[in-house]
């Protein structure tokens, strides 16, 4: 069996990939077959590493200075480029501040940031604030040697708001650049204090989702959405000449006891969420360099509620209370929701401006919408964090579950039909899928981007759990016999979905986390000046949202067991094709100012955004 000469755990130096410098690593692992250790620098990068290119510690004399700081990002320089998550424009708090407080996190931020090695020199604001990326890129091997081995990685991984850039020099070379980078510096300095101490008016800045007006018609109109989607579907015939539903009294809709029942379930997945079991993970790079941590329990979570769930039926506990009084558990999340709501928009009130999020505004309507504060947290609860994955999302499987068992009962069968069967295990696929991949949720656009304000609150906590369980509440009362040959289409068309959902968020995490990740070694990838690479090939390859595209196929894969006989089903194929085509287009946006011309080039070689040949 082969030796290790290095154990986990141990604090070692790690030879940075293609140059001759080493910076403090820790050991994480190591693989026996490919001999390769897998290494931790202080700024959180994880790399592979060859034995060769580890050193005891003992090995290097303490030198003075900076040249021994504990890896390449923390490291303090001639010039450094701190960038708002989108080159475009800087986060909100700081464009709109005036104050020396701010003045300092900025610098901080900046401070953060800087590397002592020789850094590469780009035209002032190459591919920084509102101006297109002028590095000639080009598309290469993901295994080709290459000399600045650097350029592949991005030192603060996937971070969106601050990434630094350098290139390993010939000495001789550093005065001069060292001048050259005076002179930028001072110049980005001056353009960054301009640019963070103007104030923004507000309709100087693109508002999403229609603006001020567009977010509020949202705001009233999904709640009124949801009800009349739901009374339709309690109907005998939910056809759309149907239309509108006999609308109950309000006073019918509310009960106390509930309102009860659902902060019962929203404190038992708090308590669950405080476990303290599962790994704690950091988070993207926030403003000020700052990276928060995340306990990766959720799947426990979903373990345990099903055991508890387990034993309440085992109990002989009537689940059948939750399908009799599903509208009413849909009024207490919804009033939960606008509370929770009205509470993050105070608290964001006294929140620091490093802490808001670059989505908001300044208008408050729509702050209120998209959330003002990034990452609200109590203590160490990060209450975004929580809401994306918990009480919904595990609750979308436990009210599918009801379904399920209302269906038996209310069709007097001694088994659920193919129809629920193939519903429920797609959806608890998916759902085990998020929990089990809980990390990769924090590079979403909801984490990074997105404040948590009634957007998300309404999403995560009543949008999901009430209208992605739609076609298991339509089954209850319109049954819909499926034939095996049309369950096995049905399976393979999911399956078709989730290996490329699967397959292309994987790639992507996989490859921002280690981008020379030897699994990756065969994909081309595009380089973009801001240290970040695109991927070219693989999924990435084919259109420029994959994961999308598998997502709206497994959507329709959950549709189908409904049937033909009413279109309310497809509701969700409908409705998610739009949430994720606007969604596109957001993203697209912010990549246009992030990569500049990369992103063009990428665009030209994938033309297709989410289905091939069409869109
Ligand atoms: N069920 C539901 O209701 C919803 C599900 N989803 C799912 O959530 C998942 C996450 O979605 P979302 O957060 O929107 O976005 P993505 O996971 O698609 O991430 C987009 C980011 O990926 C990076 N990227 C884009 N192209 C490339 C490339 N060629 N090579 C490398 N990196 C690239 C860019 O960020 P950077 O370069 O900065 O890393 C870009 O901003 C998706 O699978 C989606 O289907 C989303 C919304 C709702
Ligand atoms: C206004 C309105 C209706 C907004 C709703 C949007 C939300 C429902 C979605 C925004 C992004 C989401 C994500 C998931 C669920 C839906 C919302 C909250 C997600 C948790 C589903 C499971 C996936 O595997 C995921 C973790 C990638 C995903 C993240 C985004």
């Not at 001056?190 to 229609?210: N, Y």
Request: aromatic share 14%; glycine share 6%; with cysteine.
């Amino acid at each position: 069996m082969p030796s290790r000469k290095f154990a986990d755990g141990e604090v070692v130096r790690g030879r940075w990939p293609g140059s001759s410098l080493y910076y403090e690593v820790e050991i994480l692992s190591h693989d026996s077959n490919s001999q390769l250790y897998t290494v931790k620098y202080k700024d959180g990068t994880e790399l592979e590493l060859k034995e060769n290119d580890i050193k005891p510690l003992t090995s290097f004399r303490q030198r003075k200075g900076g040249s021994t700081s504990s890896s390449p990002s923390r490291r303090r320089g001639s010039r450094s480029r701190s960038r708002s998550r989108s080159p475009g424009r800087l986060p909100k708090g700081a464009r709109r501040s005036a104050s020396a407080s701010h003045q300092a996190d900025i610098k901080e931020a900046r401070r953060e940031v800087e590397v002592k090695l020789t850094p590469l020199v780009l035209k002032p604001f190459g591919n920084s604030i509102s101006r297109y990326n002028g590095e000639p890129e080009h598309i290469e091997r993901n295994d080709v040697p290459r000399k600045n081995t650097q350029e592949k990685f991005n030192l603060s991984q996937e971070s969106s708001y601050i990434s630094t850039q350098y290139r390993l020099r010939p000495r001789r070379e550093e005065i001069r650049l060292k001048e050259m980078d005076s002179k930028e510096e001072k110049f980005v300095t001056k353009e960054l204090a301009v640019r963070t101490f103007e104030v923004t008016p507000i309709q100087a800045k693109d508002l999403e989702f229609g603006g001020v007006p567009g977010v509020f018609l949202i705001m009233f109109g999904l709640p009124v959405f949801l009800f009349l989607l739901l009374l339709m579907c309690k109907q005998k015939d939910p056809s759309l000449l149907n239309f509108p539903p006999p609308l109950p009294a309000l006073y019918e809709l509310w009960e106390t006891r509930v309102f009860g029942v659902y902060l019962l379930w929203f404190l038992i997945q708090a308590l669950f969420y405080l476990l303290p079991v599962g790994k704690v993970v950091e988070g993207m790079p926030l403003i000020d360099g700052r990276r928060l941590k995340y306990r990766l329990n959720g799947f426990y979570a979903f373990i345990l509620t099903f055991a508890v769930i387990g034993t309440c039926l085992f109990q002989g506990v009537e689940f059948h209370y939750v399908y009799r009084h599903f509208l009413q558990f849909a009024l207490a999340a919804t009033v939960f929701c606008v509370v929770l709501s009205v509470y993050l928009y105070m608290r964001s009130l006294k929140a620091p401006r490093k802490d808001l999020s670059p989505a908001s505004s300044g208008n408050a309507v729509y702050d209120f919408f998209i959330g003002r504060e990034l990452n609200p947290r109590i203590g160490t609860f990060d209450l975004k964090y929580f809401c994306e994955l918990r009480p919904g999302l595990i609750g979308w499987v436990v009210i599918n579950l009801v379904m399920l068992l209302a269906e038996m009962k209310i069709q007097s069968r001694a088994v659920p039909s193919l129809a629920m069967i193939l519903v429920n295990s797609f959806q608890l696929l998916y759902v085990v899928d998020a929990l089990w991949n809980e990390e990769a949720v924090l590079t979403t656009m909801d984490i990074i981007h997105d404040g948590f304000g009634f957007m998300l609150a309404f999403g995560d906590l009543v949008w999901v759990p009430f209208i992605y369980s739609f076609q298991a509440f339509y089954l209850v009362s319109h049954p819909n016999e499926v034939s095996w040959p049309m369950a096995s289409l049905m399976i393979v068309l999911k399956l078709c979905g989730y290996i490329i959902f699967r397959g292309a968020n994987s790639q992507k995490n996989a490859f921002r986390k280690n981008p020379s990740d030897p699994k990756l070694s065969h994909l081309k990838t595009i380089h973009t000046s801001t240290g970040k690479n695109l991927l070219v090939s693989g999924w990435w390859g084919f259109v420029r949202h994959p994961n999308y595209l598998g997502d709206l196929i497994m959507a329709l894969a959950w549709s189908l067991p409904c049937g033909f006989n009413h279109i309310l089903p497809y509701f969700y194929v409908v409705y998610f094709t739009m949430l994720l085509v606007h969604r596109e287009a957001r993203d697209e946006y912010q990549c246009k100012k992030k990569y500049g011309v990369a992103w063009e080039k990428y665009c030209q070689r994938v033309p297709y955004r989410i289905f091939p040949y069409i869109y």
